[in-house]
């Protein structure tokens, strides 16, 4: 899945005052895991007729431009030649700062990505022959755009091609310097490069969690183990909140931020409205699309193994995390508490799936997974998106790809009322 350029990133963190970045010369960028399957890719994008025998390194060269540094980090860190604010205007120290803001305009996973876009189009660069000067490499003409993308193109997945691209212009944004490739060439080898895209690039589709499948794989958690409480209360309350596994699980066990990743302090449960319904809220301090207010989501109990308000208070007398603790900590060996990684959700999930012989979880099928069982239970369609948390109607593509929801309507005598009413988006009219 490609990320979107206009993707926008949590709030600053950066030292606003942070002096010119220290010409650091390391031997050489170390090439990233799974270096000799790059280094076939490099020679496949250099030239279709070299032999795959030859496998030049795939770590750029040394370069004062070029520190070592975390992918994350090389939109701001890695320099152009030249950048773009005039020195007689602005000091370098106001140069630096604008420079640092102006990087943080996008996600930490997303500069990472485009990070990593980076070390490949440098990487090409290098291995050019003769190899493009730095000077050509910022600000970027056509020629060469298109050169590095059209070879890409039958490498890489289609998705990742855009990346490179939108990162390389993020990479101009950040320097400040002008972007000046024509958007209907760049268009036009993206969607050449996505049509090329090799069948191994292409994902398997995401199959939806349904209610049945955790039923399922809850018998293969140890609910009074400390890791099994706090796995199996993350993926109930993913699915019955319709969430992204990302708001509820770190990326690793150091990286854990208050400011960003939800706390135990950041639920509330009690009863709302006239009716006096149970409900249990969630006010995750960043996610994708409200990186600085936040957003809340929401479940209520359910019946059955699967439901997420007797995983979430087992959880939470189990490994008793303190407010500002991350929501789903868990106790180690030690008795410490561990902030749950992806990592660590994956794996012990996936040790579940295998016990209980179902299909491979895919982190996004929980959320597709939800939609649809809300949908089924004829919950309206704009009331499904609102939970959800969707500004447009995009999730409408998971109507036409499952067959749970088109299956009343490609009937001999088609189901149409009250399905339509309930579960397809208002036509134009219904919303003006």
């Not at 520190?67 to 604010?85: F, N, S, T, V």
């Not at 993308?149 to 490498?155: K, N, P, R, Y």
């Not at 699980?249 to 990286?255: C, E, L, Q």
């Not at 409200?290 to 809340?296: M, R, W």
Request: aromatic share 8%.
């Amino acid at each position: 899945m490609w990320v979107s350029p206009e993707a926008h990133s949590t709030p600053l963190s950066f030292n606003l005052r942070q002096q010119h970045i220290p010409a650091v010369i390391p031997s050489r960028i170390p090439p990233a895991q799974g270096s000799r399957g790059q280094a076939a890719r490099m020679n496949l994008m250099l030239s279709p007729h070299l032999s795959l025998s030859v496998t030049p390194a795939c770590g750029i060269d040394p370069s004062v431009l070029r520190p070592h540094c975390a992918a994350e980090d090389r939109l701001r860190r890695w320099r152009p030649l030249r950048q773009g604010i005039d020195a007689s205007l602005v000091s370098q120290i106001d140069a630096d700062r604008i420079y640092t803001v102006l990087s943080g305009s996008w996600q930490i996973s997303t500069r990472r990505t485009y990070g990593a876009g980076l070390l490949l189009f440098h990487t090409y660069c290098d291995r050019k022959v003769p190899p493009v000067p730095e000077a050509q490499r910022a600000p970027i003409h056509a020629p060469l755009l298109l050169d590095f993308l059209t070879a890409c193109a039958g490498v890489y997945a289609g998705s990742s091609v855009k990346n490179y691209a939108y990162g390389l212009r993020a990479w101009h944004t950040v320097h400040a310097l002008t972007w000046s490739v024509d958007e209907v060439q760049l268009q036009a080898a993206l969607s050449a490069a996505e049509k090329l895209a090799p069948p191994s690039s292409r994902r398997e589709k995401r199959a939806p969690v349904t209610v049945d499948y955790l039923v399922l794989l809850a018998p293969h958690f140890d609910l009074s183990a400390p890791l099994d409480a706090a796995v199996f209360a993350c993926l109930t309350t993913v699915f019955w909140s319709l969430s992204r596994l990302g708001e509820f699980v770190v990326p690793g066990v150091d990286s854990f931020d208050p400011l960003r990743h939800i706390k135990a302090g950041d639920v509330t449960q009690g009863s709302v409205s006239r009716f006096g319904l149970m409900v249990t809220s969630f006010a995750i301090p960043s996610t994708k699309v409200a990186p600085v207010n936040g957003e809340t989501v929401q479940w209520s109990r359910q019946e059955g193994p699967a439901d997420p308000d007797a995983a979430f208070r087992n959880h939470m007398e189990v490994n008793r995390p303190n407010p500002q603790d991350h929501l789903f900590s868990w106790r180690n060996s030690r008795g410490v508490l561990t902030p749950l990684s992806r990592y660590s959700f994956m794996r012990r999930v996936g040790s579940a799936v295998s016990k209980a012989g179902v299909p491979r979880l895919q982190g996004h099928g929980l959320r597709i997974g939800g939609v649809l069982e809300f949908l089924l239970r004829g919950v309206p369609f704009d009331v499904v998106k609102e939970m959800g948390r969707w500004s447009s109607n995009a999730f409408s593509i998971y109507l036409r790809k499952h067959a749970d929801i088109l299956a009343p309507y490609i009937q001999d005598a088609p189901l149409l009322e009250p399905f339509t009413r309930v579960a397809m988006p208002p036509g134009p009219s219904a919303r003006s």
